[in-house]
């Protein structure tokens, strides 16, 4: 095509646009008819709509404390494992101090009867030592459980009776 060609077919289809765009104003089809919306309608309408938001604000608000509750509940996991860590250190050291007097006793024993009876004395003590430690760690351990969990366990309860509340 031509430049002459190309302007002319360009110029007759912006042409045809406005006079198609001119003529659809006028034309009622595409039209919108304006409805007033009934007030019962309407009332109905912003009493959804606020209940809606009420909603949303409880939910948000159960979320909000359910969210610092497992923040809590997180300190409290971390207190708990320090504390029993340490415990275990605490353990470790004392057994770790108990071997090595015994080793240093059995170093020092004059016979083989007294080697023996330190032997048996030292594995006395520790298996109730050891027995001790066993008890003080479940106890530990069972404390930190509950800590942890009933704070939890409160919180999604609450968050579920208020979310059904709703």
């Given at each position: 095509?031509?430049?002459?060609?190309?302007?002319?077919?360009?110029?007759?289809?912006?042409?045809?646009?406005?006079?198609?765009?001119?003529?659809?104003?006028?034309?009622?089809?595409?039209?919108?008819?304006?409805?007033?919306?009934?007030?019962?309608?309407?009332?109905?309408?912003?009493?959804?709509?606020?209940?809606?938001?009420?909603?949303?604000?409880?939910?948000?608000?159960?979320?909000?404390?359910?969210?610092?509750?497992?923040?809590?509940?997180?300190?409290?996991?971390?207190?708990?494992?320090?504390?029993?860590?340490?415990?275990?250190?605490?353990?470790?050291?004392?057994?770790?101090?108990?071997?090595?007097?015994?080793?240093?006793?059995?170093?020092?024993?004059?016979?083989?009867?007294?080697?023996?009876?330190?032997?048996?004395?030292?594995?006395?003590?520790?298996?109730?030592?050891?027995?001790?430690?066993?008890?003080?760690?479940?106890?530990?351990?069972?404390?930190?459980?509950?800590?942890?969990?009933?704070?939890m366990k409160d919180a999604f309860g609450k968050a579920v009776k208020d979310f059904k509340a709703?």
């Amino acid at each position: 095509m031509t430049a002459a060609k190309t302007e002319t077919t360009t110029s007759k289809t912006r042409t045809a646009g406005k006079a198609s765009a001119s003529a659809a104003p006028g034309f009622e089809a595409f039209s919108m008819p304006k409805v007033e919306m009934p007030a019962a309608m309407r009332e109905l309408t912003e009493k959804g709509l606020n209940q809606s938001r009420e909603a949303y604000e409880k939910f948000k608000s159960a979320a909000e404390e359910a969210t610092d509750m497992i923040e809590d509940s997180y300190e409290t996991t971390r207190q708990g494992v320090i504390e029993f860590n340490m415990r275990a250190l605490e353990a470790a050291k004392t057994n770790t101090d108990a071997t090595y007097d015994f080793m240093k006793s059995m170093v020092g024993a004059k016979s083989l009867s007294e080697a023996i009876e330190l032997q048996s004395s030292f594995a006395r003590s520790q298996f109730e030592a050891v027995s001790k430690q066993a008890k003080d760690m479940q106890e530990l351990a069972g404390k930190f459980a509950s800590d942890f969990s009933e704070p939890m366990k409160d919180a999604f309860g609450k968050a579920v009776k208020d979310f059904k509340a709703a």
